[in-house]
């Protein structure tokens, strides 16, 4: 009698511990996009080649839209290991205390979608990845989002057209900073916040990409959208490095193949998913574009370049030396 009760328990136990060792390895990946984004279609490649080739040992949860995080708290949420995976963008790191990420924001400082390659791909990439180890990140790779626009309720052609004007921004004190130098008052504000922003009043205006004023509906709530490429918008996918280091050898070698392809994708992707955004835009006939003029564009340069030297104090003057040498960049 003793000894089959005992025997009940010890298979109980047995069956508990295998019940337990099958349970996947869960990964929670939190953004403020959409799924139909860059982004977000980056975050649904990497859940399903990191279930394949881990064999279902590893489930990744995909939280899009800042329905898990806003900006801010996303951060915070990574460090403390309440989420596995974020792809904030650089104009996010300040809070955590790199602000060295927001070089990437800086006006013009990426011609083409080539030298932006060239550069995250290089030696600047990898020592801005590396300044996340001291903070508990480790960074696994950089995806694109192709290069801003801006808008309001007026067009906005000549920088005399921002005075005055409350502008939506993300974080980033480089925009902080262009965006002053153009006349205007910009606004942190969370992601998730700026459609219902923009449409009560509360802001003027906001800068993003074509497949976020898309996907976001901001072209519903702005007359006016200037394709005017002045910045370029990148995430750095990161992980908790507690979390990270923590997993088997053999499945961290899965899940980096998973997001190495995932990155080729995500980067591949990006330019066409900006171009269908901005025609599916312009054939709402909701918001009307504006392209400037090579006088336009002076006008802005005159007064975006000069941010470079001012971000100095603020993000750092070797990372932007590096980055000027990196892109080829010169004043
Ligand atoms: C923003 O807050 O404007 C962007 O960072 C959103 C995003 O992640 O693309």
Redesign the pocket.
């Known amino acids: 009698m003793k000894s089959s009760i005992l025997g009940l328990g010890l298979a109980a136990i047995l069956a508990a511990t295998t019940a337990f060792a099958q349970q996947p390895i869960v990964i929670k990946f939190s953004?403020?996009?959409t799924n139909d984004?860059p982004?977000g279609k980056g975050a649904l490649k990497f859940k399903e080649l990191a279930e394949k080739y881990t064999n279902g040992k590893v489930k990744v949860e995909v939280y899009p839209n800042s329905t898990l995080y806003k900006?801010k708290e996303e951060m915070d949420a990574l460090q403390l290991g309440s989420v596995q995976m974020l792809?904030?963008?650089t104009?996010?790191f300040r809070p955590i205390g790199v602000p060295e990420f927001e070089a990437m924001d800086l006006p013009y400082i990426f011609p083409d979608e080539a030298t932006y390659y060239k550069v995250v791909n290089g030696p600047v990439g990898k020592s801005l990845l590396k300044k996340l180890e001291a903070k508990g990140i480790t960074g696994l790779a950089f995806w694109d989002?192709g290069f801003h626009m801006v808008s309001a309720n007026r067009p906005l052609l000549m920088p005399a057209d921002f005075q005055g004007l409350k502008i939506?921004?993300?974080?980033s004190k480089v925009a902080d900073q262009y965006f002053r130098a153009m006349g205007a008052l910009p606004q942190i504000m969370?992601?998730s916040e700026?459609y219902q922003a923009l449409q009560t009043g509360v802001v003027d205006g906001?800068?993003?990409?074509a497949?976020?004023y898309y996907t976001q509906k901001f072209y519903e709530v702005q007359k006016d959208i200037t394709v005017s490429y002045h910045a370029h918008?990148q995430?750095a996918v990161i992980v908790n490095t507690k979390f990270w280091n923590g997993l088997p050898a053999d499945i961290r070698g899965q899940l980096e193949k998973a997001m190495k392809e995932a990155t080729d994708y995500t980067n591949s992707i990006a330019k066409e998913e900006n171009e269908d955004a901005l025609a599916k835009i312009k054939a709402s006939g909701k918001a009307t574009l504006h392209y400037l003029t090579p006088a336009q564009k002076k006008a802005w340069m005159d007064k975006l370049l000069p941010v470079h030297k001012a971000a100095e104090g603020r993000v750092g003057k070797q990372i932007i030396d590096e980055l000027h040498a990196a892109a080829g960049f010169k004043s």
């Not at 939506?168 to 974080?171: A, E, F, L, Y």
């Not at 906001?206 to 990409?209: A, F, H, I, M, V």
Request: charged share 20%.
């Open positions: 953004h403020v996009v984004t982004k900006d792809a904030p963008s104009a996010k989002n939506r921004i993300s974080g969370a992601f700026v906001c800068e993003n990409t497949s976020n918008l995430y």
